[in-house]
């Protein structure tokens, strides 16, 4: 399908954060919406943000629309529904979790919606649950072209994502690369838009360009943290791995279905390899694994560390924002291809997964859907066509990155590039909804790292594939009944979400009544016993003192077998131990502003470096501060006493200055 709801749903989704859990006048959050209305058939349209999507809904505080920009515009939209469909839409609010509240309304029998939204990345659970109806019988009712196929078969009326960028696109600080002299003919810069619209960006030239940032940063010191150095590329793996599978015409699992075994992705893999083994990639890994580190590419590159990085487009504002204080800016360019392909082939493609989703519920009438399929594709096609009349003079609003398109060398250049390209993309990668992306990752990992002794990729595929096509099996197979499946996990939470557990070494823990500080409760099974949490603290030595993160874990099973966890951090200290803890104040910390509340002030992780007790464990958590000569009313410096007791009452202080200003 080729219609593009980017606007629209991130509106959606940014005004549902504010307004989470409200429903409109007009809605119908319990989901039973009578059939007829004022002579109009009724298709309700669920979605986690319906309240900011229908036009009627009205902020419960201040009484004023939610929908603004847009709202006349979506009104039009529903009057052309209503005079060429005969339907009244009902917009529904989802009460909880999609996940949830759809497998709830299916098993009861009663679908919340006719048609119904699923946000980014739970399409493989919902998938998994097979609560959606398939709509293969239904194609002739579709105007546009459907959704490629999951699992064999047209689950979706619409995934978006066409005509827009990757989710992590491949930035670059423009400053740091006009700073490189070896990237300079005849005293220019050659930036990689120039490579790009001379079909020269290809992964040899951009290993090239990064081998000569690295060249030129390698004894750098970063603007910020100057203990920390400039690096050509730090990013997560995982997203420049899935772009250069799909620049090089593959993909995890694409159009065609899987392609973890094609030459295009073997190839992407042993690139990145590459790129890995010469340092010119640099990713942070959780210990002794290939798994990255959530988001830990984007301080850095922020803080001026990295000139490359691929980074979630929701970050861009951020990073713009940050580069643009030490009077630097974003660069983008489309990742290069791989240098046997030509910059024409149509095989040269960006990323792109399926973003939020679109669907019909299983139980919603035969007679019904092809009339709910029509509804949907009337109403956001009407919708987008109206919004691109109103924006159709504004080129520079369709970019949708705050990249520095006014730079006075490349800022055209790079607009038009952006425009061109994601004119050409489409959704094309769903590992994300058939739950394949991460294993793919960890096989491709682990080979590209040698985690374990990995051997190549392209021997390990053949080894741990299996893994992969197994899930995909077995959810091909529930998909082919009409049983939906229960596959939410309970959820364990505790009663005090700031309590800590502390013991002196040679504690029995097995005497320990762990469940009473703790609930359990299941989407289906609601609150459940107690009793029925199982606590492992296997992994704690209670005879070594120390912080065991994650080592007492809670399960629970629900009446269908799902299993949920929780991992809870134990200290085990020495109460005869007395030295003194460690207590090292950062060489720079942060200003107070004036009428700060100080009470809100995180003392140990805004002025604290290390705080640890003799056995090494952190205890940054349990600095305090003596702010009895602090006046935060008035401009000035003023002397803090800093201090930290250890688990065995052992202190240590430390005195401050502090600026108020």
């Keep these: 399908m080729k219609k593009k ?54 902020d419960p505080v201040t009484g004023e629309y939610s929908m603004q920009e847009d709202r006349e515009l979506a009104l039009a939209a529903e009057q052309k529904v209503k005079d060429e469909l005969g339907v009244d839409i009902e917009w529904v609010q989802y009460p909880g979790d999609t996940t949830e509240v759809l497998l709830q309304s299916v098993i009861a029998g009663d679908p919340i919606a006719d048609v119904v939204n699923l946000y980014t990345n739970s399409q493989g659970k919902i998938l998994g649950q097979n609560v959606l109806q398939p709509l293969d019988n239904y194609l002739d009712s579709f105007t546009n072209e459907p959704p ?20 992590s696109p491949l930035f670059y600080n423009i400053n740091y690369i006009e700073q490189v002299d070896a990237l300079k003919v005849n005293g220019k810069t050659v930036y990689p838009t120039d490579l790009y619209k001379e079909g020269k960006w290809t992964w040899s ?47 995890v699992y694409g159009n065609e279905g899987l392609g973890i075994e094609s030459q295009q992705t073997k190839d992407a893999v042993a690139f990145i390899k590459r790129l890995v083994d010469k340092k ?101 096609s009407e919708l987008e066509r109206l919004q691109q009349e109103v924006n159709s003079d504004n080129e520079a ?34 590992s994300n909804m058939t739950n394949s992306y991460w294993p793919f990752m960890s096989i491709a990992g682990d080979s590209i790292y040698g985690i374990d002794g990995s051997p190549s990729y392209e021997t390990a595929i053949q080894s741990r594939k299996h893994e992969i ?10 998909l082919n009944t009409t049983e939906a499946k229960d596959n939410i996990a309970p959820v364990i939470k505790p009663v005090d979400e700031t309590k800590q557990y502390q013991f002196q070494v040679g504690t029995d823990l ?63 200290f020495d109460p005869n131990n007395k030295v ?29 470096d290390v705080a640890q007790d003799a056995s090494g464990i952190d205890i940054k958590n349990k600095v305090t501060a003596d702010l009895s000569e602090l006046d935060t009313t008035t401009a000035g410096t003023y002397k803090v006493i800093l201090k930290v007791v250890d688990f065995a009452g052992n202190e240590t202080t430390k005195e401050i200055s502090v600026v108020v200003e």
Excluded at 214 to 242: C, G, W
Excluded at 328 to 348: C, I, K, T, W
Excluded at 469 to 478: M, P
């Design 580 to 608: 003194a803890p460690t207590l090292t104040v950062k060489p720079e910390f942060r200003k107070i502003a004036v009428d700060e509340d100080t009470s809100a002030i995180n003392w140990g992780n805004d002025f604290v």
């Design 5 to 58: 709801m980017i606007k629209i749903l991130a509106l959606a989704i940014s005004t549902c954060m504010i307004f989470t859990g409200c429903s409109s006048g007009k809605s119908d959050p319990e989901g039973k919406g009578t059939d007829k209305k004022d002579g109009l058939t009724v298709i309700r349209i669920g979605s986690h943000a319906a309240s900011a999507m229908d036009p009627d809904y009205k």
């Design 280 to 380: 010119l990639l640099v990713s942070e890994l959780s210990p002794n694994t290939s798994s990255p580190m959530y988001a830990a590419e984007a301080e850095p590159f922020e803080k001026g560390e990295s000139v490359f990085v691929n980074l979630e487009d929701w970050r861009a504002d951020s990073a713009s924002q940050k580069l643009n204080e030490r009077g630097e800016s974003l660069g983008f360019v489309p990742f290069p291809r791989p240098d046997s392909m030509a910059f024409d082939d149509p095989n040269y493609r960006q990323v792109r997964t399926g973003g939020e989703s679109w669907g019909i519920l299983r139980g919603v009438s035969e007679e019904k859907i092809p009339l709910a399929i029509k509804t949907y594709e009337m109403y956001f």
């Design 469 to 478: 096509t197994d899930k995909i099996a077995e959810t091909e197979k529930l």
């Design 205 to 251: 030239t951009f290993e090239d360009y990064l081998s000569k940032i690295e060249t030129h940063f390698a004894n750098s010191q970063a603007p910020e943290r100057p203990e920390k150095r400039i690096d050509a590329f730090r990013t997560n793996y995982t997203d420049t791995l899935i772009q250069a599978v799909h620049s090089a015409g593959g993909s």
């Design 148 to 167: 490629a196929p999951i699992y064999g078969k047209h689950y979706f009326i619409d995934v978006s994502g066409d005509k827009s960028h990757p989710l």
């Design 510 to 572: 097995s005497t320990i009544n762990w469940s009473e500080d703790y609930t359990v409760s299941d989407n289906m099974d609601k609150e459940m016993e107690k009793s029925s949490i199982q606590f492992d603290m296997s992994a704690i030595d209670v005879n070594k003192a120390g912080l065991y993160k994650g080592g007492l874990i809670a399960t629970a099973k629900d009446s269908v077998g799902n299993e949920g966890k929780l991992k809870i951090d134990v200290v085990i």
């Design 397 to 430: 609003s369709k970019v949708k990155l705050k990249i520095d398109i006014y730079h006075d060398v490349i800022g055209e250049d790079m607009k038009q590039i952006y425009l061109d390209s994601i004119e050409k993309t489409e959704v094309n990668e769903f």
